[in-house]
């Protein structure tokens, strides 16, 4: 596990200057990523209007009432207020390399909540391996990052992926719709497409992150292999050669253009990430590119 | 069947150090290696075969047996595996040709050949008894051991160095010569052959150091010893006349009878000498000579009559003339100072009346007394009481009735000098500069003032002889401490000898200091020297001239004389001696390195071809077959 900061000062500073979006209308929700013209409760003064019988007495202006002594009713701008949750993979397949895909894995986290910190969205996190596990709120603004940084470099890594069964929990959990970041490395042998688009049919906009290591997609051995799945012990023996890698390879892909499929398809997004590439890069280009955050 | 270049234990080190690395790795290679992933849906996807193999079963034996036989090829091939037997491998021998001086010498059998005539004969002899295949090395031994040759195979050109081999002037060291022979076949040690040594033993000194080696063969030239030789001639300056040379010569007898020789002494072609000598055998008869002459020339000493070795019964040495110093006194009272300039040897005084004063453009030594020359002398001068505007050391004060105080010391100027209660009656007082050497003073500063440089200059202020120090006995030592100080190669003691070539050693005074002492050749060239104490020892391997200084002294080394032996090494019993008999036990040998390479070679070439380049071919191959077999076998 990584003893000093997931994220340094000067990667902090850049992304201040941007903003998690997202693209769905949620049902019961107000407002949208954009600034509302209409408007309600919020904290950021609009404008004024006379008062009107039935209005809050607590909008009323009472400054200018003792000067004009005439009501008039402060208007504030409507903030949106739809619920941003994120799901971070800790299962045992995170663990490759060494656990460094899991270590970007947080990192990726940090930074996407620090986003969010920065333009006062509350972010619900919670982990998940074979059930969802504890999770934490962040919000209140960048000062609150800190909680969210020894959170993440808290989490550990263990059990098996079931995504099938972590999807019941969090509908039955998180009933209001919303955007749900899922970063994982998508590997269930039960498959997670399924789940994945209960998800979208309840009326979440799905932004999955798959987050894979070189070893993942190429992997380095040839010759005979004794492999052992890292979270079942399924072992097999074969073995590899060129042609195989080129096999395997080929057939990852394939499982990625799946999930980004499934995730267009419904509205969503999809980023692929290469546990090789630096996170700056995946920051401000993939993830910038798909509209993720700008 | 056996190596030429590794023995059988080097061997079997060399395939087991090769071959366990090999089946290890071979082994590893195609050892199944256990990796945890992700998962392994996509590993599935790859469509790959499982492995039916037991993993105990060496897979591919061929492969690796090929691997192993290939490997012990190439190895045999290093180890140069021949047919036939070690006595048919060409070996290199080291022949050691006695060069040194006495073999100069008849061979007393035929009195128009000498012994390095035989010696060749046998070194030619023993070189057509070599098998074709051997090479040969020749060394000329003389007070140096010398390649004439590499180890060669060209008979031609080995008879050539043989036939080009001549008598040196320095005496036989055999240790050496061995010892060289050895270190040069230690290089080749498969190859080793044997140490031929050829001519008669007669060494330098017998340190019997070390045993000669196993594989020394001894052709030895038989000699006559029947000789009677100068061994050293040395002359020097007497020290009673230095008009006289003291001749020293050393005669010894070589052989075994009583000799009965006459040493004559010539000097420019006339006799100067001659002495009857009758030498008891094995000892040395030292006789002396004296020579009267200033010239220089040529000093020949011949004994007679000749023997079989002529190159010792005659010396030529060079003797110098002895050198003068040319003084000018430009005085006009000359015999105030004629009784001190003519008490010093070596040194001819001219006296010219002031008005004579000419400028020497040779720059030889003037004496200035009391006047101003019209123009400065060119060469070393010394002053005396010159006009105060004329001193080339100016003058501070004149004073009158001053008692004289002190001489210098620690200057050779100074040497020896003391005077008591003198009282100068008149005499200049001079300002000196720091580096000026102030002779004699008085309590007010420097009365006689030297003043070093490319001229030298001596400044008296006031008149010697016509002062109370010329009842000095200072007087005289003053003028000869100046003039040695202004030419110290007219007071240089010169002596000469004439001795053997090599070695030379020389006792230096005691008050000689090492760094002081200078060793040159004939041309100029310096000559490296060792000291050890006072001993000083140089190395001279050709005759020739060479010249030692060493403090005021010069000796002049003559090398004409041969160096000759003082003992007769006598090889041990065990050593082989005469031509040896190669030819009839060679059989011939093979050579086996250029088959075992190429079949080594073609083996680990089969060996890539069928097991590494085609190894994906086979491998997919195998997994088209494996098809047919049951899936993906999953062990949980």
Redesign the interface.
């Known amino acids: 596990m990584p003893q000093g900061p997931l994220l340094d000062r000067q990667f902090l500073e850049k992304l201040e200057r941007l903003t998690i979006h997202w693209q769905k209308s949620f049902n019961g929700l107000v407002g949208g990523h954009n600034n509302s013209r209409f408007a309600g409760g919020g904290q950021e003064f609009l404008d004024h209007r006379h008062f009107h019988h039935g209005d809050d007495l607590r909008a009323v202006n009472w400054r200018a009432y003792l000067r004009l002594e005439k009501m008039f009713l402060k208007m504030f701008q409507v903030e949106p207020r739809v619920p941003v949750r994120m799901l971070i993979d800790t299962s045992e397949?995170?663990?490759?390399e060494g656990g460094f895909k899991f270590s970007y894995a947080r990192k990726l986290a940090a930074a996407l909540c620090y986003v969010g910190l920065v333009r006062l969205d509350t972010i619900a996190i919670r982990p998940f391996a074979a059930r969802l596990g504890e999770g934490m709120a962040c919000g209140g603004g960048r000062h609150r990052f800190s909680p969210v940084m020894d959170y993440l470099s808290a989490l550990e890594l263990g059990g098996r992926t079931n995504y099938l069964e972590v999807v019941r929990q969090f509908i039955s959990t998180h009933q209001q719709r919303g955007l749900l970041i899922i970063i994982s490395?998508f590997?269930d042998?039960a498959g997670c497409e399924r789940p994945l688009q209960y998800l979208a049919d309840f009326g979440h906009e799905l932004l999955l992150m798959q987050v894979w290591?070189e070893?993942?997609r190429t992997?380095p051995?040839l010759?005979?292999?004794?492999?052992?799945?890292?979270?079942?012990?399924?072992?097999?023996?074969?073995?590899?050669?060129?042609?195989?890698?080129d096999?395997?390879t080929r057939?990852?892909d394939k499982?990625r253009n799946s999930l980004q499929q499934l995730a267009l398809r419904n509205g969503g997004r999809y980023v692929g990430v290469s546990a090789a590439m630096p996170i700056e890069d995946i920051v401000f280009g993939s993830l910038v590119r798909s509209r993720v955050i700008a | 069947m056996y190596f030429l270049n590794l023995s059988l234990l080097q061997f079997l080190a060399l395939a087991g150090a090769l071959t366990i690395p090999t089946v290890l790795l071979y082994l590893l290679g195609r050892s199944r290696r256990k990796q945890v992933v992700a998962t392994l849906r996509f590993w599935v996807a790859a469509d790959q075969p499982a492995v039916v193999q037991r993993r105990k079963k060496i897979q591919q034996p061929l492969s690796l047996i090929l691997q192993l036989v290939s490997m012990l090829l190439l190895l045999l091939a290093i180890a140069q595996l021949r047919l036939g037997t070690p006595l048919a491998t060409p070996r290199d021998h080291v022949l050691i040709l006695d060069t040194s001086a006495w073999m100069a010498a008849g061979s007393g059998r035929n009195s128009h050949r000498t012994l390095m005539d035989e010696a060749r004969d046998k070194a030619g002899a023993y070189v057509k008894a070599l098998p074709a295949s051997d090479r040969l090395m020749l060394v000329r031994a003389d007070g140096l051991a010398t390649p004439a040759t590499s180890f060669e195979s060209d008979r031609a050109k080995l008879e050539r160095a043989i036939a080009q081999s001549v008598p040196n002037a320095t005496a036989l060291n055999m240790e050496q010569a061995l010892a060289f022979a050895q270190h040069e076949q230690v290089l080749s040690p498969n190859r080793t052959g044997e140490i031929a040594y050829i001519g008669p033993g007669r060494i330098a000194a017998d340190t019997g150091a070390a045993a000669p080696p196993k594989n020394l063969r001894v052709l030895a030239v038989p000699d006559s010893v029947e000789n009677c030789g100068l061994r050293k001639i040395a002359v020097r300056r007497s020290g009673t006349d230095p008009d006289v040379w003291d001749i020293y010569a050393s005669v010894r007898n070589y052989g075994t009878v009583p000799r009965a020789v006459t040493l004559s002494i010539t000097f420019g072609g006339g006799p100067a000498g001659a002495r009857k000598l009758n030498v008891p055998p094995g000892s040395e008869r030292e006789v002396t000579f004296a020579c009267r002459t200033r010239a220089a020339g040529l000093l020949e000493a011949t004994l007679s009559p000749h023997d079989a070795f002529p190159a010792d019964d005659h010396a030529v040495l060079e003797l110098p003339a002895e050198p003068e110093l040319a003084l000018t006194v430009y005085s006009n009272e000359p015999e105030v100072l004629r009784p001190i300039v003519t008490a010093l040897p070596r040194v001819r005084a001219t006296f010219l009346p002031v008005a004579e004063y000419r400028p020497d453009k040779n720059g030889s030594l003037v004496i200035l007394d009391r006047f101003r020359p019209p123009e400065r002398p060119m060469g070393n001068a010394i002053w005396i009481q010159p006009p105060a505007d004329a001193s080339p050391i100016p003058v501070r004060e004149t004073l009158e009735g001053v008692p004289f105080d002190h001489w210098c010391s620690g200057s050779p100027l100074c040497t020896g000098l003391h005077t008591k209660d003198l009282r100068l009656a008149s005499t200049y007082v001079f300002e000196g500069a720091p580096d000026d050497i102030k002779i004699g003073q008085v309590a007010n500063g420097p009365v006689i003032v030297a003043r070093p440089g490319q001229n030298k200059v001596v400044v008296f202020g006031f008149q010697p002889a016509l002062s109370d120090l010329r009842y000095e006995l200072a007087t005289p030592l003053l003028f000869g401490n100046i003039l040695r100080w202004m030419a110290p190669e007219l007071f240089r003691r010169s002596s000469a000898a004439a001795s053997s070539a090599g070695i030379v050693t020389m006792q230096l005074d005691t008050d000689v200091r090492p760094e002081d002492v200078t060793v040159q050749q004939q041309d100029g060239t310096p000559l490296p020297f060792t000291t050890r104490g006072q001993t000083m020892r140089f190395f001279s391997g050709t005759p020739g001239t060479v010249r030692v200084q060493s403090g005021d002294g010069e000796t002049v080394y003559s090398l004409t004389l041969p160096e000759l032996w003082d003992a007769k090494w006598e090889a041990p019993a065990g050593v082989r001696r005469g031509l040896p008999g190669f030819r009839a036990a060679t059989v011939l040998s093979r050579d086996l390195w250029e088959l075992l390479a190429l079949l080594g070679g073609l083996g680990l070439l089969a060996e890539w071809l069928l097991y590494g380049r085609s190894e994906g071919r086979i491998r997919r191959l195998g997994a088209r077959l494996a098809v047919l077999r049951p899936g993906i076998r999953k062990a949980s």
């Open positions: 397949s995170m663990n490759s490395d590997l042998d290591s070893e993942d992997p051995w010759g005979d292999l004794d492999l052992v799945d890292a979270e079942t012990e399924a072992r097999l023996q074969l073995q590899f050669d060129e042609a195989a890698r096999a395997y057939s990852f499982y």
